[in-house]
């Protein structure tokens, strides 16, 4: 009986931790949805900014051309950052607070090889993080002067030009 009592226990225990596993793996994509409120836009903005220059900077160490749609997409790339930059000046600080526990951003990605095959995985990354940014920036709900919408604009448009580089070389 006690060996029974046991066995059920440990059960229940296998049980409550694939429960509670379940619900750690399900946390992010429930926490994406949490709009941004004003007390933390400026950090947003920050996070994004960073987020840019770090992808252009992926962008700038890719040899491969695509044409030119590589080059055309760090140029948007530039003006969305910049945009970011008079958006944090013309707010000037006032909500500079970091976000609460829990408030999901994507994760960086990195990518370290730059052969032929690896520049393709470097603009398929580039792309999904500037997505993040994207999804991040969509759901703050300060306007920033309007340049927050314009950086939204410049982003996707850069999006735009990697599945366009992406698509020129699958041709060639």
């Given at each position: 009986m006690i060996r029974h009592m046991r066995i059920l226990s440990a059960l229940g225990g296998i049980l409550v931790a694939l429960a509670s596993s379940v619900h750690a793996q399900a946390a992010p994509s429930l926490l994406r949805v949490i709009a941004v409120t004003d007390r933390r836009s400026d950090s947003n903005l920050r996070w994004a900014r960073e987020r840019v220059e770090n992808n252009i900077d992926m962008l700038q160490q890719d040899r491969h051309d695509y044409d030119g749609h590589r080059v055309r997409a760090i140029a948007l790339f530039e003006q969305a950052r910049q945009q970011l930059?008079?958006?944090?000046?013309?707010?000037?600080?006032?909500?500079?607070?970091?976000?609460?526990?829990?408030?999901?951003?994507?994760?960086?990605?990195?990518?370290?090889?730059?052969?032929?095959?690896?520049?393709?995985?470097?603009?398929?990354?580039?792309?999904?993080?500037?997505?993040?940014?994207?999804?991040?920036?969509?759901?703050?709900?300060?306007?920033?002067?309007?340049?927050?919408?314009?950086?939204?604009?410049l982003l996707d448009e850069g999006r735009d030009q990697l599945n366009a580089a992406l698509a020129w070389d699958s041709r060639h």
């Open positions: 930059n008079l958006g944090l000046a013309y707010d000037n600080g006032r909500e500079d607070v970091a976000p609460p526990p829990g408030f999901y951003r994507p994760a960086e990605a990195t990518v370290t090889e730059r052969g032929e095959r690896s520049s393709d995985a470097n603009l398929a990354a580039v792309r999904r993080n500037i997505e993040g940014v994207m999804d991040v920036l969509q759901r703050d709900n300060h306007d920033y002067g309007g340049h927050r919408v314009t950086a939204l604009r």
